[in-house]
């Protein structure tokens, strides 16, 4: 059974021809208006009806001549359109049939007709007293607009888009009265229904990409002009192009996705744009269809510098490009913004092609990513810096960069060292537009005395709270795992380089591969001004998936800075080279990344402790079970002291390292705590920003910190020996240690080395103190424990063999508390456990 008529739609004709007597063919003519019956009375019998209406006697049911009646030649009778009754616009019936009448014949197949399309009868009619709907018929080859009537009704300064006597408002009478023409809404959504996609509403038009918008030069929301007001006789206003004046009309929609597009018109074949190699049309925007000669509106120009790709579709801007074209677009002076973290997915290709086409006065600012920033530093690149970190941890253990300690111990450049979620919460008020954000937690530290940290009163809690204004790059370079032709990048390993692209004014990215298509990017294509494929390029630092960082070429770079004269390794490595192919080719390319070291083997029971033991067992039992642990950045010893109240005694723990793992599985100790292939093997992930946030929330139970310097009010320091303007010697920075430590409620202090250096009676530089939150500060050493209380650490235990004398004279402030409790002796399931985890013993030599 044919489907009811659409809703306010004007009825098909019939083209069936009804016979009676010997009727002639069927010839159209036109519907005049259908009889009523009268409004009261009686109710006349049914040949007094029938006659009325003016139909003959004797006549089938439902055929009939005088007043609507279709007229035939030869006295033939076809069924009449009956009025529904309500009213309505003229035209709005449907043909009926009575019962007794023969069935009616399907029409024969015409030229031009569908398959399956032949019979366009009238639906069958309803029942006499049902309203009539007042949506519109569908089309038959064209798709209705899905702009939902509340929609339009309500867009701002725009009335009901009334066509009809008032379809589009279902709670106004059908006839109630149209609105004149003048005062009517300029959009009309039978006219906006031939636009594909989200595109053909203005309000929608973001929701599509330029490459999906309609062509034929018209773009919703360019070249537009005002709508045209309505004319007489109540038809609707229409979208007016500027060029073509009144007369234009967009053009029917375009195919569905994949499918083949369609000929522009009589003549004029379709015009296929190629897509790229490898590609397929399936599941990819269709190719846009324009008539011969047209030039299309939207057609982007390409960006300057940009290499041609002759695999992107025509129009689109290419963003991929080669090492030296991505590096051409950092301008002198420019503020930059390097990815990755410590040695992990440094963008050391980017860097090195800077340095060979002599970029000078850039200025740096970032998360702790130390070896691009020496390297622009000793290269004599970089004019300014701003840090949290310079210091990394590898094989041969902890270094701060070499050559900036030496440039700022000696005063060649300026330089600015923060905590760093100020620069964290810098790059996020960048990226949200906003002139600030609050940036608590170091407020206690000597950090704001040093900057001038600017800060705002706090009107709900009081006192007054630091804020970080916006850091806004010019330029974010970034190495990725991999990038799509579209500009996209994936990475694997997330630190902040997200924060950084939405900061920054764009991405200058290197990829270890460039595919056709990207599923799931991790920075759109939108934030991405160039791409290249340049394998290896994060070497001599690791990426994560590919290679590992190279100790060896780490050694040599560092014995070279160490010696003074960077020159020589500069051109060896970075000036000699033509391209960075040449680089690794001379440095014997990057290594194979081997799987996580297994566990070792237990050692022999009879050997005694030693300090590093004690140490690590220490660290261990300040953890309880079910406590949230974090370990921060050059933090080996940390991250094994976890593992080992894993095995021992906190078998609940979670554990978040600062690469962002979430309970990693720790078979083995790993000379470093930024290992990525800690990601590999963990119950989640969390980014360097989430890190801070969890602090924040209170949801951290403990956190290890370390210091160059631990005073008797339990302040540490990690910053500068000396004068901060000029110091003696350059310290590392705090890293995130001076905010997090405000949020933590267990502070756990490791120092390996117990000695008048180290725990002195004042600190140079007050980098973290003392929060009220803190529950509980100790400080665990290689002879002894320490406890806060009351403001002042005191002895809790010295460890088995050390004399108090000897523990008086190698510590700089006077120790108070139980000068005879002993620290009790790592037990045989807590050294079989450390044994298994460090076979190697790096723990010796880390300590």
């Known amino acids: 059974m044919p489907p009811p008529a659409r809703p306010g739609a004007r009825a098909i004709r019939s083209r069936t021809s009804a016979t009676w007597s010997g009727t002639s063919t069927a010839r159209r003519t036109t519907t005049g208006t259908s009889g009523r019956s009268a409004p009261g009375g009686s109710r006349p019998c049914a040949s007094v009806r029938r006659e009325r209406?003016?139909?003959?006697?004797?006549?089938?049911?439902?055929?009939?001549?005088?007043?609507?009646?279709?007229?035939?030649?030869?006295?033939?009778?076809?069924?009449?359109?009956?009025?529904?009754?309500?009213?309505?616009?003229?035209?709005?019936?449907?043909?009926?049939?009575?019962?007794?009448?023969?069935?009616?014949?399907?029409?024969?197949?015409?030229?031009?007709?569908?398959?399956?399309?032949?019979?366009?009868?009238?639906?069958?009619?309803?029942?006499?007293?049902?309203?009539?709907?007042?949506?519109?018929?569908?089309?038959?080859?064209?798709?209705?607009?899905?702009?939902?009537?509340?929609?339009?009704?309500?867009?701002?300064?725009?009335?009901?888009a009334d066509r009809s006597g008032g379809e589009h408002e279902p709670d106004r009478p059908q006839g109630a009265g149209r609105t004149d023409g003048a005062a009517r809404a300029g959009i009309d959504r039978h006219h906006l229904d031939r636009h594909p996609g989200p595109a053909r509403h203005p309000l929608l038009a973001r929701a599509q990409p330029a490459p999906l918008r309609g062509d034929g030069g018209l773009r919703v929301g360019a070249r537009l002009a005002a709508a045209r007001r309505g004319g007489p006789g109540g038809r609707a206003g229409a979208l007016r192009h500027v060029d073509r004046g009144d007369g234009f009309r967009r053009r029917p929609h375009a195919p569905a996705l994949g499918a083949p597009p369609r000929h522009g018109g009589r003549g004029a074949p379709a015009h296929v744009v190629p897509p790229a190699p490898g590609r397929t049309g399936a599941g990819h925007a269709a190719a846009h269809r324009r008539r011969a000669g047209r030039a299309r509106v939207d057609r982007p120009v390409r960006a300057a510098g940009a290499d041609a790709d002759p695999g992107r579709r025509g129009g689109v801007v290419s963003r991929s490009t080669t090492l030296a074209g991505a590096a051409a677009r950092v301008a002198d002076g420019s503020l930059v913004t390097l990815g990755g973290f410590q040695l992990n997915r440094a963008p050391m290709a980017l860097v090195f092609e800077l340095l060979r086409q002599g970029r000078k006065g850039l200025r740096i600012v970032g998360p702790p990513n130390p070896l691009p920033l020496d390297l622009l530093v000793g290269a004599g690149a970089a004019s300014e810096i701003e840090f949290g970190f310079i210091g990394f941890q590898f094989e041969d253990g902890f270094v701060v960069a070499p050559q900036v300690r030496r440039a700022i111990e000696t005063g060649a450049i300026r330089w600015r060292e923060r905590d760093v979620y100020e620069i964290v919460q810098g790059l996020r008020a960048a990226a949200l537009g906003l002139p600030f954000l609050p940036a608590p937690g170091a407020e206690a530290s000597d950090y704001p005395r040093v900057n001038g940290t600017p800060v705002v009163r706090d009107g709900e809690a009081g006192g007054e709270v630091p804020i970080a204004r916006p850091i806004r790059p010019d330029v974010a370079l970034v190495h990725a795992q991999a990038a799509d032709r579209e500009g996209n990048l994936f990475v694997s390993d997330l630190f902040a380089e997200d924060l950084q692209a939405r900061a920054s004014r764009g991405v200058i990215a290197t990829a270890e591969t460039i595919v056709d298509r990207l599923d799931r990017p991790t920075i759109p294509a939108s934030a991405v001004e160039a791409v290249a494929e340049v394998r290896g390029g994060a070497f001599p630092t690791s990426c994560h998936g590919h290679y590992p960082y190279s100790a060896p070429h780490l050694r040599e770079y560092l014995a070279a800075a160490a010696s003074g004269s960077p020159a020589a390794y500069l051109a060896k490595h970075v000036t000699g080279p033509a391209d960075h192919a040449a680089f690794l080719r001379a440095a014997g390319g990057?290594?194979?990344?081997?799987?996580?070291?297994?566990?070792?083997?237990?050692?022999?029971?009879?050997?005694?402790?030693?300090?590093?033991?004690?140490?690590?067992?220490?660290?261990?039992?300040?953890?309880?079970?079910?406590?949230?642990?974090?370990?921060?950045?050059?933090s080996a010893l940390p991250m094994l002291a976890v593992a080992l109240a894993r095995a021992t005694h906190a078998q609940h723990l979670t554990y978040i390292n600062c690469v962002g793992a979430i309970d990693p599985v720790i078979a083995r100790a790993l000379p470093t705590s930024v290992d990525v292939r800690l990601l590999d093997r963990c119950k989640g992930t969390v980014t360097l920003p989430d890190l801070f946030d969890l602090a924040r929330q209170g949801r951290i139970d403990l956190m290890f910190f370390g210091g160059a310097q631990v005073d008797a009010e339990a302040r540490l320091n990690l910053t500068c020996i000396g004068d901060y303007a000029r110091p003696r010697v350059k310290l590392p920075g705090p890293a995130g240690s001076s905010s997090m430590r405000a949020y933590v409620r267990k502070v756990v202090v490791g120092v390996p080395r117990h000695s008048t250096r180290t725990l002195v009676p004042r600190v140079d530089f007050a980098t973290s103190v003392v929060s009220p939150r803190n529950l509980e500060t100790t400080v665990v050493s290689d002879l002894a424990v320490l406890r806060l209380e009351a403001g002042r650490l005191r002895l809790a235990s010295r460890h088995a063999g050390v004399s108090s004398e000897d523990l008086k004279a190698r510590s700089g402030f006077p120790l108070e508390g139980e000068a005879r409790a002993t620290t009790p002796e790592p037990t045989r399931l807590e050294m079989a456990a450390l044994r298994k985890l460090d076979p190697d013993g790096i723990r010796h030599r880390l300590a």
Do not use: K, N
């Not at 009619?125 to 569908?138: I, K, L, W």
């Not at 140490?615 to 974090?630: H, S």
């Open 590 to 634: 990057p290594g194979t990344w081997q799987a996580a070291p297994a566990a070792g083997r237990a050692g022999g029971e009879g050997e005694a402790a030693l300090p590093a033991d004690r140490l690590l067992v220490g660290m261990a039992r300040c953890i309880a079970e079910a406590d949230v642990v974090v370990t921060g950045v050059a």
């Open 53 to 160: 209406r003016g139909e003959r006697p004797g006549a089938p049911a439902g055929l009939r001549a005088g007043a609507g009646a279709q007229g035939r030649r030869g006295g033939g009778l076809r069924p009449a359109r009956r009025a529904a009754p309500g009213g309505g616009a003229p035209g709005a019936e449907t043909a009926r049939a009575e019962p007794g009448d023969p069935p009616r014949p399907a029409r024969r197949a015409r030229p031009g007709d569908r398959a399956g399309g032949l019979d366009r009868r009238a639906p069958e009619p309803r029942p006499r007293g049902d309203r009539v709907s007042r949506v519109p018929r569908r089309h038959p080859r064209r798709r209705q607009s899905r702009v939902a009537d509340a929609l339009l009704r309500r867009l701002p300064g725009r009335g009901p």
